[in-house]
């Protein structure tokens, strides 16, 4: 079985591989690749070829929840074991989504039980994931062949659906994600705000409206973006909502 | 429960060097002097003018005594306490007896004013003193349960677990390093567990910060970096327990853990005059923005600090240049040996 070790702490994953020498006479394994942070596990897990992911919840720039989130997407997607000191959301959260987590210090026999249990088991889903996570990503994710590319949620200027795919806008350029639009919605309410039936608008990027030229007797609003060229069309029952919305920023 | 908190927290006399003890004396006396005038007078006008005309006799005394009780005061800190409560009742009215017949002359005013005098002063002192027993009778029980309270704060499971786990991961490899690391943690949850004290030595603090940071330094490797500026620190210095480990708990939490990077920390005490000045520094990261952690172990501190050192201690917090820094200035008092 081959494993991957996420950790940031160099002797939690010591005492991994030690343990899984431990109970080799057990369960077969061979740890093809460690990362001590979330963004490296992103970067190494897709290309290790691993099976089993043990993955530790509290790492520095990403937390091994949302790791697993992006994971999730991948075509032959690992399965994880979460491990963790102390978190006491997390692991009821974990109970309630029937994930699989081993706490530390990390006992034997219980690695070994889990890790059967992974080997037969299939990736966590992402539906199953989100609901264990406690808050919204930092980052969407598109998987482009064998990698991951990370988009910082902070940088998207708007989010547009169209038809099976969400457009996902940064100034730098566009991404297809397969995510849907009332999902997204619902995860980050208060950075992003609905201008239309398929649009969602970062606040930040609003740079103000203008009235559509041209138009006949029904006339229409545009969404001026900061860093963008493109104007958004607002749908009549948004636009009330978002005048408002203008009236607030200073 | 009820007969250990009288063990630790006695009677005592209240400490007539301590700015807040000496602010309330005079705010007492002056609000008792003005109550008086109202009382006595027919208008606001004319309370107002007896008012100051009390204040012009009773200022210069009401600091004459401060003075005798400022200087008499370690002297009176080793009586037992009923002792001395009767020692300072009697000196201040015999000051004030012998001030009355001083300015007035005993001849002019006779003796039954003045004896009137005495004996308001000797009520007046008698009551401001069971003022000081109620108040510290008072913060007795809420100092335990702070300290209490500080104690669960502070242990963040979070930090056992992953110390016990980085210590088991040494065990085959280093057992030397192992065995070292257990005695920190054990010294560390000595401290932590043991009986509330008063105070602790300066010297006793920094060795608890030493035995932390060696167990964080296990868990983190080289992404935790502590410099130490101890060289001016007054080892001997007094101070409630636990007023900095928690700071530099925080600072790792906060400062160190959640960022990839290495994190500078740094630790700083020494004595300026006759203050303590303690001061730990992290980054500042912005994962960090809005936790909210931190703040009860501060206001924790913070509220010690006040119990033990009334206003003559502080604690400030600044974030500036991607730099998160407490700041921490008390009183020096050295332990005696």
């Given at each position: 079985m081959r494993i991957f070790i996420a950790d940031d702490e160099a002797p939690a994953r010591e005492r991994l591989k030690e343990l899984l020498g431990d109970i080799a006479g057990e369960v077969e394994t061979s740890v093809v690749g460690e990362a001590q942070n979330g963004l490296e596990a992103l970067e190494r897990v897709p290309a290790s070829g691993a099976q089993v992911l043990l993955l530790d919840i509290k790492m520095p720039g990403m937390g091994g929840l949302e790791v697993a989130r992006h994971l999730a997407a991948l075509e032959h997607a690992p399965s994880v074991v979460f491990v963790t000191a102390h978190d006491r959301h997390a692991v009821e959260a974990f109970e309630v989504n029937a994930l699989d987590y081993l706490l530390k210090p990390v006992r034997a026999a219980r690695l070994a039980d889990a890790l059967r249990k992974a080997a037969a088991a299939a990736a966590p889903g992402r539906e199953q994931l989100a609901r264990a996570a406690a808050g919204a990503r930092e980052y969407l994710s598109v998987v482009e062949r064998h990698r991951i590319v990370l988009v910082p949620v902070r940088d998207i200027l708007f989010l547009r659906a169209e038809q099976k795919y969400v457009t996902v806008r940064t100034r730098e350029r566009e991404h297809l994600i397969e995510e849907s639009l009332i999902a997204l919605e619902r995860e980050f309410t208060g950075r992003f705000v609905r201008i239309h039936r398929n649009c969602l608008v970062a606040r930040s990027a609003i740079r103000g409206f203008e009235r559509a030229a041209g138009a006949d007797d029904d006339p229409h609003w545009l969404v001026l973006l900061e860093g963008a060229a493109e104007r958004l069309p607002v749908s009549r029952r948004q636009w009330p909502m978002l005048r408002e919305l203008v009236a607030e920023k200073p | 429960?009820?007969?250990?908190?009288?063990?630790?927290?006695?009677?005592?006399?209240?400490?007539?060097?301590?700015?807040?003890?000496?602010?309330?004396?005079?705010?007492a006396v002056n609000a008792l002097a003005l109550a008086g005038s109202l009382f006595a007078a027919t208008d606001l006008w004319q309370a107002l003018e007896r008012f100051l005309r009390a204040a012009a006799f009773l200022e210069p005394l009401l600091l004459a005594e401060l003075v005798a009780?400022?200087?008499l005061s370690p002297w009176l800190a080793r009586l037992s306490y009923w002792t001395g409560y009767a020692l300072i009742v009697l000196l201040t009215t015999l000051l004030a007896a012998g001030y009355h017949a001083a300015v007035l002359?005993?001849?002019?005013?006779?003796?039954?004013?003045v004896?009137?005098?005495?004996?308001t002063c000797a009520l007046v002192g008698a009551g401001l003193l069971a003022y000081f027993r109620l108040l510290t009778k008072a913060y007795s029980p809420a100092l335990a349960e702070a300290r209490l309270q500080a104690l669960q704060a502070r242990i963040r499971p979070h930090f056992l677990f992953n110390s016990l786990n980085a210590v088991l991961a040494l065990i085959r490899r280093d057992p030397r390093r192992a065995e070292r690391s257990l005695e920190d943690l054990s010294d560390l949850f000595r401290t932590l567990m043991s009986e509330p004290r008063q105070f602790v030595r300066l010297a006793e603090e920094i060795a608890l910060l030493e035995r932390y940071s060696e167990l964080e330094q296990l868990r983190l490797g080289e992404r935790l970096r502590i410099t130490w500026e101890l060289d001016a620190a007054p080892l001997d210095a007094l101070l409630p327990p636990l007023v900095l480990q928690p700071l530099l708990e925080n600072a790792v939490y906060h400062g160190v853990e959640p960022g990839t990077a290495t994190g500078d920390v740094l630790v700083q005490i020494e004595r300026r005059g006759d203050r303590v000045f303690a001061c730990i520094e992290n980054p500042y990261l912005e994962a960090e923005l809005g936790r909210a952690g931190n703040r009860i172990a501060l206001e924790n501190i913070r509220e010690r600090l006040a119990l033990f050192f009334d206003a003559e201690a502080r604690i400030d917090t600044h974030a500036a240049n991607g730099r998160y820094r407490v700041e921490i200035e008390m009183p020096y008092r050295a332990s005696t040996p």
């Open positions: - | 429960m009820v007969s250990i908190r009288q063990n630790v927290f006695p009677d005592v006399l209240p400490d007539f060097r301590n700015l807040g003890v000496i602010a309330r004396v005079l705010v009780l400022f200087a002359g005993i001849a002019a005013v006779g003796v039954g004013e004896s009137r005098t005495m004996v």
